[in-house]
């Protein structure tokens, strides 16, 4: 079954604790990206790659780290946490030549609340 | 930049009955592709309906189809013979491949309520 599949889907932690959300997808899709959603603002992009060792921010980088060393995995990484970083988050992952079943797929979300 | 507008952050309706929601978007991009996105209860964020901005006919799946007025930058998306299962948040969003690779634009969202 092609899926994305994140980890944890709930964190309470605290101000400052390093974290990592796992991120990984099994139909061998280019494009990896992270979003965050807040209410009233929708869904932003936060850090993307479009292929192994190719990273690039997106519209909310601050406070966020990312990886992708392989291809099915793009962890997403917060070094110290601060209570502005509680939020929803999402990652996703499309393909990217065309012609493109342009859907993009996404996690099951991970909802975080720093304290 | 691509820029995604939802005006509506709640909307109600009766089962049976239709709805529109609306989204209007701004871009210099000449191919792009829209998406309504639909997140229920569950979190999980499941394709509602895409179209092609190449593409003059709307897109149609089922109770659902858009509105897709290219000139306006207006992408609409009309849902028949609504459900319960149609409560849930909406996510208008834009894509446009030849710039930003996959990357999606996502509005505000509108919490649609369908009562029984």
């Known amino acids: 079954e092609a899926q994305v599949t994140q980890n944890p889907r709930y964190l309470i932690t605290v101000t400052g604790k390093k974290l990592t959300v796992t991120c990984s997808q099994n139909m061998n899709h280019e494009y990896m990206s992270w979003y965050r959603q807040d209410p009233g603002l929708g869904l932003r992009q936060i850090y993307y790659s479009m292929n192994v060792e190719v990273t690039d921010k997106g519209d909310v980088p601050e406070g966020y780290k990312v990886s992708r060393k392989e291809k099915r995995n793009f962890p997403l990484i917060l070094e110290s946490p601060s209570p502005n970083q509680t939020s929803l988050y999402f990652c996703?992952?499309?393909?990217?030549?065309?012609?493109?079943?342009?859907?993009?797929?996404f996690g099951q979300g991970t909802r975080l609340t720093v304290v | 930049a691509q820029t995604v507008t939802q005006s509506q952050p709640e909307m109600s309706v009766q089962e049976a009955e239709t709805v529109t929601l609306s989204c209007t978007y701004d871009?210099?991009?000449?191919?792009?592709?829209l998406f309504w996105y639909k997140q229920p209860p569950s979190r999980q964020m499941i394709l509602v309906i895409r179209?092609?901005?190449?593409?003059?006919q709307n897109a149609t799946e089922n109770r659902f189809s858009v509105n897709f007025q290219k000139a306006a930058k207006s992408f609409s998306l009309k849902i028949s013979d609504s459900q319960l299962g149609d409560t849930a948040m909406y996510f208008c969003a834009f894509m446009a491949l030849e710039t930003s690779g996959s990357r999606l634009t996502f509005g505000e969202g509108t919490q649609l309520t369908v009562n029984p």
């Open positions: 871009t210099s991009e000449n191919n792009y592709y």
């Open positions: 996703a992952s499309s393909p990217m030549r065309q012609p493109v079943n342009t859907e993009a797929f």
């Open positions: 179209q092609e901005a190449y593409k003059q």
